[in-house]
């Protein structure tokens, strides 16, 4: 095992907030109201989503092992380095990569789709060209930039105060989740019918939202990249991380 190379200052709470902000994104917000509910209706997405959890209970406990087994920067990469040889590190650290690159840019170009619907077409200006008929705009271009170099500052700079900032930001997340949630079931004036998608057996479309869910393993990810730097034991990484 090699000298760890990093300042011990990722908690366990921060790596929690770290892995939820690295897992929920533009594709849990819209593609599971877009996509889950038009495949199997709002009882088959809630209860593929729950297995789907199930699922990612099993991927987290294997992370966790691999993290305590090889506490080093790298994450899935150097465990495959180390227990199946270099060329097999080097698929899995390619295999990642595209991983990150194609959810970056969508992540990141959500954020004009997010103005544009809570304030209207205000970044609509300094049109550049068109793409498959769609008008690119220099307005539209500038809070995804911005947005990436402030976090790529906090990151770099401010590693405890990225933190403190995940952390409310997970927090205060979480807590609109569950309170929209739990007022979408209290306002309800009458039963959700239909509960699944009409003409199709329920336990397929439970199956088949369950089997969408582990995408979301990017977050598990993420934190197995931050193993030098967490403050306490490896040992309790599958605390924060199910």
Known sequence: MSENRFSQNLTPFG??????????????????SN??????GPMGSVLGMVFGAVVMLFISRNYAYMMQCYP??????NYAK?????????????????TYLAILWAN?????????????DVLRFGRMYS???????????????????LIAWLCTRGKKQAARLMGGLAILFVAGITA?????????DRPLSPAFVPDTAGISQIIKIAVISPWAFIGFESISH?????????????????
């Open 15 to 32: 790596a929690w907030a770290f892995a939820i902000g690295t897992s929920i994104g533009w594709g849990s917000l819209v593609v599971t």
């Open 35 to 40: 996509t889950y509910l038009a495949q199997a």
């Open 72 to 77: 080093e920067a790298g994450g899935a990469y």
């Open 82 to 98: 180390e227990v199946f040889g270099h060329d097999y590190g080097f698929l899995t650290a390619w295999f990642l990569s595209l």
């Open 108 to 120: 990141a170009t959500s954020l004009p789709l997010f103005i544009r619907y809570f304030i209207g």
């Open 131 to 149: 793409l498959f008929d769609y008008d690119i705009f220099l307005g539209k271009a500038i809070p995804p930039i911005a947005a990436i170099v």
């Open 180 to 188: 929209v949630f739990a007022l979408s079931f209290l306002r309800l």
């Open 226 to 242: 931050g193993a030098e730097e967490f403050s306490s034991s490896a040992a309790k990484s599958f605390g924060f991380l199910w």
